[in-house]
Each structure stands twice: as structure tokens, then as C-alpha cells.
């Protein structure tokens, strides 16, 4: 199992970036994929995630509006497409990977079962 973030980069604030995260080893159908980002000193928060059905997309209220999630199952690829971006999105993104399971009624809130690398997010202002 391994996923793979890419599509980072220094960036001016209004800009743009889309990061993707190409997952190997299992199938898109039967996990969700949720991105999340950490700044030192902080806490890793969540920032989008995108269930196993693909039909239920989250956000955290700091990116709605600017951030999108999708994904390509022929790809087993899914994407986070960036625009507006802010000083405060700089971090690094890690995109990770949770096992459907029929007890879980939120995604991406019960505990990740698989995490790739990430990729740094750096926005100027």
C-alpha cells in the first residue's frame, strides 16, 4: 500500500496549485482519501477529504470556497485543486487513506489506516 503526494511549490497568494495523490496497492472504491496539513508548532488539521463512494466531499471552513477534492479512479489518483491560496495554507500536505468500514458514519474522522509523504505548500505574500 503506498500513497504519494506530489504537486507542491512556492506560490504568490491568489495563486493556484493542485497537489495529487497517487495511491498503489489497494482500490479507491474502498477507501476514503482525506488531505491533510501541518505547520510546525501546530497541530496536523484536516483539510478536505473525499469518501470511498466518491459522493461525499469535506472541507474544513478555512478552504470552502477555494479548495476542491476529486479523484480519478482510472488513474487511482485523487487531487486537491488549490485556488485563492492564502499565506496561511503554507504547510505540508500529507493525503492519507481510511478503510470503509459500515461503523463509520463520518470519513476521515476515525483514525487513518494508511499515510503518504507530503508535499510543502508555500504561499507569499
Known amino acids: 500500500v503506498q500513497l504519494q503526494a506530489s504537486g507542491g511549490g512556492l506560490v504568490q497568494a491568489g495563486g493556484s496549485l493542485r497537489l495529487s495523490c497517487a495511491v498503489s496497492?489497494?482500490?479507491?472504491?474502498?477507501?476514503?482519501i482525506g488531505w491533510f496539513r501541518q505547520v510546525p508548532g501546530k497541530e496536523r488539521e484536516g483539510v478536505s477529504c473525499?469518501?470511498?463512494?466518491?459522493?461525499?466531499?469535506t472541507y474544513a471552513d478555512s478552504v470552502k470556497g477555494r479548495f476542491t477534492i476529486s479523484r480519478d479512479d482510472g488513474k487511482n489518483t485523487v487531487y486537491l485543486q488549490m485556488n485563492s491560496l492564502e499565506p496561511e495554507d503554507t504547510g505540508v500536505y500529507y493525503c492519507a487513506a481510511e478503510k470503509w468500514r459500515v461503523t463509520i458514519t463520518t470519513p476521515c474522522e476515525n483514525g487513518m489506516d494508511y499515510w503518504g509523504k507530503g508535499t510543502l505548500v508555500t504561499v507569499s505574500s
Open positions: 496497492g489497494f482500490s479507491l472504491n474502498y477507501y476514503a
Open positions: 473525499i469518501s470511498s463512494s466518491g459522493g461525499r466531499t
